[in-house]
């Protein structure tokens, strides 16, 4: 059998994959996370127009949804999509016959699923009887965790208006700043994560401890998660994301004794006697490989406020929860795809303006109100560590600053500009310098004031043409003809109105918050497309700032040259350190010198990448892409060079086929 897998070994960080020759074995891309993967939908997005780049979108995002189908996984961890309808039996190399056994992947509704996330309404609605003493917290890096505080400061919320004590705390990697930016070194810390613990929960004796990590992957969650295995009595840890264990990360986490998967098979073994619970359907590929912000964050959203609300709505009704409650919930959640992807064009339009502000070195702000401010914030935040551009390029303003987020640790303005984020920072310090390269995006509902939107709109409206609105009504409400004028365009959502009881009206505010943030992604996204940033589907000239993104590094300068992982190490090591000689020092210091040094950098993926096809030195690969940043025609020329392989394209597709 040939070792696909990162193998925890002595000489460190060389990722264990067959020899070049047998590179497009299925084995290996079967081994790679579905976090990872390359999603084939999304092949030629950055070729792809405004309109096709939604459309393209739209079905990622819908794949979240695809019922169980016949995809199989051998025990062995061989992830293999089959299309077919009788189980393909791929035999084990090495495997005797019939020794293979296959289990279908896990969907959102599969049956175990749902069952999983019964067991756990059950744990939340024990927490709700005592506040006092017990507490539910939710935990994530980066997306993660900013949904993590979207998520425990709405379920307070609901208590509140329940004159209920709150029962939810937050935790996100790097503290409350890492709401508004990217502290993206954080996430390999398991210790920070085990101290932030303890520490949120201090006195407790109940805990339910939901740690999310879209990848199965963030040492920081692996921390906590593993200090709740050793704390049963009080604490009980759900692990959500988005692999199957077997694809868990297994990498050794630097400075610490275990693998994200032994964290997560441990989790597995006290599954049995549900004193920890996994939360992991595959929902497919990233739109963009690898950016988990986008349908990992929408599943995040969609299976968490289905169970809580669940559970909130069993206790306030003294109702058992039933699989079928919970997958009413979730297939709500059909419904907002279908309703705002019916504005497909209207949004198409925006990703056109958002596009062409970004080309033209103009800016994009979002101004919400309430939690669709947070939203805005929440996109605008993950551009920088997506697509390495400057925080300043996309941001996000929100009603009443600090005092509407509720966050933990309060006003953080004094911190710095990024983060000024109230619609007064918004007048003072950024309006005036708004031009009509920029384009701002209002997002509303009928219910917050209009007056206020007005106003400040037609403060915008004198600065720039380029103002739009995304406003959310209930039927029968309309938005009214002077505001209507003051916009270039009013995107208008529809939602029917919600007759459940006092959970529906949170349904009907977490529904609204997944349209726009599916909204805000396109937008954020086809910007970056249409100015260039992504390479087929990948973003390649990431910002190699923690250990994921390093791996992502590698990978990406593997399927782009075909050269073998250790080749493709050493040339993105070289160009970290700009020398064209490693020491073996460079080579075998822990990886978290390299990327705290390459945080430091620019475009080392790309410099990297012309180290590899121009065989040439560092400082000319470096003045190379200074002369010309834009990658795409460094790899075009590099591999439909005469008697170079096959292109990035044909590899790509002949990968597919394999995995088909
Ligand atoms: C699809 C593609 O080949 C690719 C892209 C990314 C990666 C990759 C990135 C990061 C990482 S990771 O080590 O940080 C990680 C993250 C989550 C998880 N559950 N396990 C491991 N691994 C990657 N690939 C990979 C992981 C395990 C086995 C074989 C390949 N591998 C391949 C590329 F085209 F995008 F490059
Ligand atoms: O949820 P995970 O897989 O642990 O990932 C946590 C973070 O790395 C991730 O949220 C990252 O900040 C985003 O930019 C991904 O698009």
Redesign the pocket.
Known sequence: MIN???VPQKQKHI?E?PDMGKWELAG??A????????NPITREIDKADPVQIVHLLKECDAEIFQEEDDTLVNYKGRYTETRTSEPQLEVEIGQREGETSHRKVKRLYSASVLQTMMDVTKKVEAILKDPEHSLIILSGCGTSGRLAFLLATSFNKLLKGLHKNPSYAYIIAGGDKAILTSQEASEDNPHLGAEALKRVCAGKKKVLFIGISC???APFIAGQLDFCLNNLDVFTPVLV?F?PVN?????IIEGWHLT??QVAEKMEEVQETRRAFILNPAVG?EGI??SSRMKGGSATKIILESLLLAAHKATSNNKEVTAKNLLDWMKTYEKVHKITYSQGKMIAAMVKQAGTSLEKMGRIYYIGWQTLGVMGIIDASECVPTFGTDFSDVRGFINKGYKEMANREGDLTSRGPEFEISHEDFMMNVLPDVTENDTVVFIFTLDDDLLEIEKLANQVKNKTPNLHAISHVTTGQYVSANIKKTFASVMSMTWPIVFFEYEGFFLQKFQRELSTKWILNAISTGGHILKGKIY???MIDLKVSN??????A???????TSRSPIICQEALLKSIYETDDLSDEIRNVEISTHTTLAATKFKVVPTALVLLTRNCSVAEAMSRIQAKPVVRETIDRYLTAPGRKRTADQI?MQ?DEENE
Request: aromatic fraction near 12%.
């Open positions: 696909t897998m990162f990722m994959t290996y891309e081994a790679l996370p579905v976090t990872e993967k390359s990848g199965l992957s994301g692999n694809m868990a990360r297994n990498e994200f998967r590929p490989s690898g087929f589907n990948h250990s994921k993104l390093f791996r992502r590698v990978a990406i300068l593997q399927r782009f790509e990968r």
